[in-house]
Structure formats: C-alpha cells, structure tokens
C-alpha cells in the first residue's frame, strides 16, 4: 500500500505571495491533518479534514486554509506569506476512528 | 500549545547502550504515542499505549504509562546508530482522534 505522499518536496518563495501545498493520504483513508513543525515551537496542528470537511482547526490565523477532494486528496494554502511561515508542513491521514497518523515526509517551504 | 512534554531534550549514548525518554502530559488522556522523525522528514509511528494499559512492547521498543503520575517512558534496548532520531510523544483526549505533540527528545546513537 502506497505511503502518504505530498508535493511539492521543496518550495521557496517570497513574502506576501501565496503557496499551495497538496497531500494524497493512504488509500482508504479519509482523514487528512496538517501540521506546521518549526524548531521554535515545534509541532504545530493546523487543522484536519475528513469527507470534504474540516472537522477540527488549530489555532492559526486565517491566512491558512485547506480542503479536501471526493477522493480525500487534500491542499493547503497560505496566503500573504511571512517570514515566520518557513517551516516543514506535514500531512498526515488516519482510517476511520483510529488514532495512529501516518506521516507524509513533509513539504520544506522558504520565506524570503 | 504542548500537552506533553519529552525529557531530556538531547541524548547521546553508545551503540548497545539502552536509551530511555520521559513524556510528561497535564491533562486525563485516552491513548499516548510515540513517534519518531529522522531528520526532517514525516514522522513513524512506533506505538499506542491506551490509557488503561500500563506496558506495551514492540521488538525492542518498551513503553510504559503511569496514569497516576500523567508520564510515560520509552525504552529502547540496545540501541543501533540508525535510531538516531527525534522521538515525540503524542497525547489524546477527550473525544478528539488529533494528537497533541511535544517538542521532541533527539537521540544520537554513537557507532
């Protein structure tokens, strides 16, 4: 069974653009989390996704947003890039009712 | 902000050696994680610990759960140089499937 995957690997772009970050879960899963993991405060959840829907959001500014397709494929945005949003962004998806994640290995995103 | 917190923050140890770390959380949980990352990449599940569990063991992982005390130990035995890494605990609680990461122990296993 396929892993997690997640695109762009790599991505450095320049303040106030926006950037697009997309996430394919394991088969059969439809719970897609995001996280943010920065050395200074470590490993941050933004929110989560399940059938199309967000269920449960982070404590993050509006600038962040997400989605999720019918075929539980999921993106990210940020929107007005600062500095601060440099960092490694993980996607991670569950089955159903179950709590262990499995990780994707992460989109690395610089802010200059 | 973090619900549980990994101690020490930094170990370094000899291969063969047993390595242990601490998670210490605040709140009543239904289930501990723990988790490992190499080296900037996504993070590998390693075990689930429920909360009405008090040991679990995986190959040469053991994990413990003192709910009393809200902390957590893993063990790992014999240690090779590819488990260098970060390892976190992750917490959950309530009706909530998300898990609430602490900032990490890094482990270097000298060869």
């Known amino acids: 069974k396929a892993g997690v995957t997640q695109t762009p690997r790599y991505l450095i772009k320049t303040r106030g653009q926006q950037v697009t970050l997309s996430c394919s879960p394991i088969?059969?899963?439809?719970?897609v989390s995001w996280y943010q993991q920065t050395p200074g405060q470590g490993l941050q959840f933004l929110f989560e996704y399940f059938s199309e829907t967000q269920r449960n959001k982070g404590n993050f500014p509006g600038r962040f947003s997400g989605r999720q397709f019918s075929n539980s494929r999921s993106e990210m945005n940020v929107s007005t890039l600062e500095l601060g949003d440099s960092a490694l962004y993980l996607c991670a998806s569950s089955a159903p009712s179950d709590n262990e994640q499995f990780f994707g290995p992460g989109t690395r995103l610089t802010v200059l | 902000s973090q619900q549980g917190e990994e101690d020490p923050q930094a170990l370094s140890i000899q291969e063969g050696e047993n390595a242990t770390m601490n998670c210490s959380y605040k709140?009543?949980?239904?289930?501990l994680q723990w988790y490992r990352q190499n080296s900037g990449r996504g993070l590998v599940h390693l075990i689930l610990i429920r909360s009405n569990e008090r040991e679990k063991h995986s190959g040469r992982l053991r994990v413990t759960l003192d709910t009393s005390k809200k902390s957590s130990s893993l063990l790992i035995t014999a240690s090779r140089a590819a488990d260098t890494a970060s390892y976190f605990c992750a917490t959950s609680r309530g009706g909530s499937y998300i898990p609430t990461f602490g900032r990490g122990t890094s482990l270097i296993v000298h060869p």
């Open positions: 088969s059969g899963h439809r719970s």
């Open positions: 709140t009543s949980i239904n289930n």
